[in-house]
């Protein structure tokens, strides 16, 4: 099969043709539709999680898929070739990604794909859907909440403020001035421009009397720090991206965590519900060819991208 794979650690990666691979016990394999990119797939191959996981090479990266099951691995019952799944690899390994046209996938991380959802649009749901819905829950949203979401138009940002407006809370995005219009297309009630001058600022303009929770996907832990002053009695902050200092922020009765999307297929099924549903939308979508994985991935890296990003291997 054909994939995109790296050698070493902080290469260029290029095409591979590499073996088909086999479902292992638990594992379907797919035939991939689209492969959704994360900030963690950056890391993967830049090195900086060498020593935490094994890895193989050469190294397939990419979590998220969608697309058609193909094979069945030992142990695997109410699965049929032919069915439409989208998810994650669910594996303790890395280099088995889904950056290819094959993926072996955990059937404890994948769902049925709807009729309704796009086939290959899909594989934007998978971690940045769940990890935004495990923030909003850490966040306790209800209704008349102000949430700041730090990072609001990117993958995760993009289905946490459609998340927690459709709890309730008034959201104040923080992105840049370009993404304000999709910002508020999402449900943002205002929106802060973090380029020119003092968000906690801007912030406290808007919501002099407070508010009562933080949702970070942008990691600026002095950032955060401060804009943790504004929060009411027992208001919360969530981190995707670790910068959320628990043990300085529990004394002053604020309760943060530093949140892991972990996909299942309960989370997956309740996502696929509500966009069937058309209670919320899809990010912005930006697809790329197989071959062009490198320009997706230096895409991805400079930070800004708006929504997501998606490779289609065929």
């Known amino acids: 099969m054909k994939a995109f794979a790296y050698e070493e ?117 998978p971690t940045a859907g769940v990890t935004a819905g495990v923030m909003v829950d850490a966040l306790d949203v209800a209704e008349g909440y102000t949430i700041v979401a730090v990072g609001a138009t990117g993958g995760v940002g993009s289905y946490l403020v459609q998340l927690a407006a459709r709890r309730g809370a008034r959201v104040i995005a923080v992105c840049r001035s370009a993404n304000g219009d999709y910002a508020r297309g999402l449900g943002a009630a205002e929106v802060v421009d973090h380029e020119p001058g003092d968000v906690v600022e801007a912030v406290r303009a808007l919501a002099p009397g407070g508010i009562d929770g933080i949702a970070d996907m942008h990691g600026d832990a002095e950032q955060i720090a401060r804009l943790a002053e504004q929060l009411r009695p027992g208001g919360h902050v969530a981190s995707a991206v670790g910068a959320a200092d628990v043990d300085a922020l529990k004394p002053r009765g604020i309760e943060a965590v530093n949140v892991q999307g972990r996909v299942s297929t309960g989370a997956l099924d309740w996502l696929a519900g ?29 930070g800004h991208v708006r929504g997501k990003l998606l490779v289609l291997p065929g």
């Open 9 to 125: 650690f902080g290469g260029s990666g290029s095409l591979h043709d590499l073996p088909t691979p086999e479902p292992g016990k638990g594992q379907l394999r797919i035939r991939v539709a689209g492969a959704g990119l994360n900030p963690f797939d950056v890391s993967v191959i830049s090195g900086r999680l060498e020593g935490m996981m094994e890895t193989r090479f050469p190294l397939v990266p990419g979590m998220d898929a969608s697309g058609t099951v193909e094979a069945l691995g030992a142990g695997v019952e109410g699965w049929s070739v032919g069915d439409e799944v989208f998810g994650s690899v669910g594996k303790m390994v890395l280099g088995e990604g889904t950056l290819g046209e094959l993926a072996t996938v955990s059937i404890g991380t994948v769902a049925r794909k709807p009729g309704d959802l796009d086939r290959t649009v899909a594989a934007s749901i």
């Open 274 to 302: 509500l966009l069937t549903a058309g209670e919320i939308q899809y990010p912005e979508i930006q697809t790329f060819q197989l071959a062009d994985t490198g320009a997706a991935f230096d895409r991805l890296a400079t």
